[in-house]
């Protein structure tokens, strides 16, 4: 079955420390993985998005990396700040239909 | 540059009133159209989507359907709402599988 998992559902950081959020997922084959931002009550803002052949990819202070093998992403947020309190959502898309699976998304909270 | 419009940004309706969500999108022609849903702890539910004028396909069978009167114009409806229809509605566009640009949702509630 085509599911996404990502850890952990929740997170609570302090203003200017760094996170790692996690995404695996059981898609396959799949064609890319996708990194989204949403802030409470609005659409999601797509931060990154990697095919197969990527490693890494970053966007400012966001670095997406991306293990095929293993079947993992992970965003890295560094030097966080209050705006980033949000949900960040993994999504991967299907190769053969292109259908995108999205997961159920980490709630980061940052405080001061 | 392409912008994505949704309304009403919130909405409170009785069970078994009509719904109309509208979507449209500015700067970009032959856009795919989404539907998705979103309800509390879940992942974004794909409605349905369209590839083009008329174009319509569902994804998953509810009381909901949808119309793309307009290249981009995407309008999500039911003639009577259900209380498990409450949730965030989301208006998505792309060219192609490329990125996915979502609006700003609306909160429908049904009482």
């Known amino acids: 079955k085509n599911q996404v998992e990502q850890s952990p559902q929740s997170l609570i950081i302090l203003e200017g420390k760094n996170c790692t959020l996690q995404?695996?997922?059981?898609?396959?084959?799949?064609?890319?993985l996708r990194w989204y931002k949403q802030d409470t009550g609005r659409g999601p803002v797509s931060l990154t998005i990697?095919?197969?052949?990527?490693n890494t990819k970053s966007n400012g202070r966001y670095t997406a990396t991306l293990d095929a093998d293993t079947k993992q992403s992970s965003l890295h947020i560094t030097a966080s700040q209050l705006s980033d309190s949000a949900s960040y959502i993994c999504?991967?898309?299907?190769?053969?239909?292109?259908?995108?699976?999205f997961g159920t998304g980490t709630r980061l909270q940052v405080f001061p | 540059s392409q912008t994505i419009h949704q309304w009403p940004a919130t909405l409170v309706q009785p069970v078994g009133s009509p719904l109309s969500l509208e979507c449209t999108v500015e700067?970009?022609?032959?856009?795919?159209l989404y539907w998705y849903r979103q309800a509390a702890g879940r992942g974004l539910q794909l409605l349905f989507y369209?590839?083009?004028?008329?174009?319509i396909s569902s994804e998953v069978p509810q009381n909901l359907s949808a119309s793309r009167p307009q290249d981009r114009q995407f309008i999500l409806s039911s003639k009577k709402l259900l209380l498990s229809d409450s949730g965030f509605y989301l208006c998505?566009?792309?060219?192609?599988?490329?990125?996915?640009?979502f609006g700003p949702g609306t909160r429908l509630t049904v009482t």
């Open positions: 990697m095919t197969f052949s990527e």
């Open positions: 995404c695996n997922y059981t898609v396959s084959p799949f064609s890319n």
């Open positions: 700067g970009t022609s032959n856009p795919n």
């Open positions: 369209s590839v083009g004028i008329g174009q």
């Open positions: 999504v991967v898309a299907h190769y053969n239909t292109d259908k995108l699976i």
């Open positions: 998505a566009w792309s060219v192609g599988t490329g990125f996915l640009y």
